[in-house]
Every structure is written in C-alpha cells, then in structure tokens.
C-alpha cells in the first residue's frame, strides 16, 4: 500500500504539474503573477489526483490486464 500512494504522489506531482503548466500559460499567457496562479493550479489539480489515482488507478489497471490477457489467450489459440 505504501508503495502505491507513493507512486501516486510522485506520478501526481508530474502530471499535475505539467498539464496545470501548459494549461495556463495557454490560457492566459506568461502575465505577471502567472507563477501564483500556476502554482495555486497545481496545488488544486494536485490534491485531486491523488484520491483518482489511488481509486481509479486499481480498476483501470484490472480492466487492462483483463484485454491483453484475452490477446494472450488468442496468440496461443491459433
């Protein structure tokens, strides 16, 4: 379990931070204060990936699993 939330920390800090990244400065352009409204951005994004990953992640991960394992099985059928 620790090893999944640290991986959806680390994988939320750069996702999060890319993307809040690009958003902004496509959105609004390279303004004055564009640092604090990247950074609060980043911070919103940031706190609401985590929860996704740690929720999300695990079913997406089966769902996955579950259509490669039937390219697999096709593989070895022919």
């Known amino acids: 379990m620790k090893q999944k939330i640290a991986f959806a920390m ?6 999060t931070g890319i993307i809040s990244f690009s958003l902004v400065s496509i ?5 004055a204060n564009f640092l604090v409204i990247w950074l609060k951005s980043w911070i919103m994004a940031y706190m609401l990936v985590i929860p996704v ?4 992640g695990p ?6 699993e579950a259509l490669f394992k039937d390219a697999v099985t096709q593989e070895f059928d022919k």
Do not use: A, P
Request: aromatic share 4%.
């Open 10 to 15: 680390i994988m939320g800090v750069i996702t």
């Open 27 to 31: 959105n609004i352009g390279f303004v």
């Open 53 to 56: 990953i740690l929720i999300v």
């Open 59 to 64: 079913r997406v991960q089966k769902m996955v």
